[in-house]
């Protein structure tokens, strides 16, 4: 089991900035790469980033290329997701989810285990 939790979500004001924070523990060497998806109410969730644990190589969704920055810190089991000049769209609760495959994969479906969420608000 890999247990997942997220960190750092909040109310922001269009163009301002959060960091998210997902700290992994228990089996962490059975997962090989980790996403952020993101659930905003009446929608469907959907992949905004991923990485890589071992080569750091990354994948964005298109909306939040050039705006967010996902990256990790292996020795403490970590994974961020710096996200500047959020706009209201944004707004979402955002997951962590861990996966065993080696490539990083955009369907919620290729992933093992799920963070708590944690809210993401930005006002207009």
């Known amino acids: 089991q890999v247990q997942l939790v997220e960190s750092g979500g909040g109310l922001v004001q269009a163009g301002g900035s959060l960091r998210l924070s997902c700290a992994a523990s228990?089996?962490?060497?059975?997962?090989?790469?980790l996403g952020w998806f993101r659930q905003a109410p009446g929608k469907e969730r959907e992949f905004v980033a991923g990485?890589?644990?071992?080569?750091?190589?990354?994948y964005y969704t298109d909306s939040v290329k050039g705006r967010f920055t996902i990256s990790r810190d292996n020795a403490k089991n970590t994974v961020y997701l710096q996200m500047n000049s959020l706009e209201p769209e944004d707004t979402a609760v955002y997951y962590c989810?861990?996966?065993?495959?080696?490539?990083?994969?955009?369907?919620?479906?290729?992933?093992?285990?799920w963070g708590q969420g944690t809210q993401v608000t930005v006002s207009s």
């Open positions: 990485i890589s644990w071992s080569s750091g190589r990354t």
């Open positions: 989810a861990a996966a065993r495959t080696t490539w990083i994969n955009p369907h919620s479906g290729a992933y093992d285990y």
């Open positions: 228990g089996r962490t060497f059975s997962s090989n790469t």
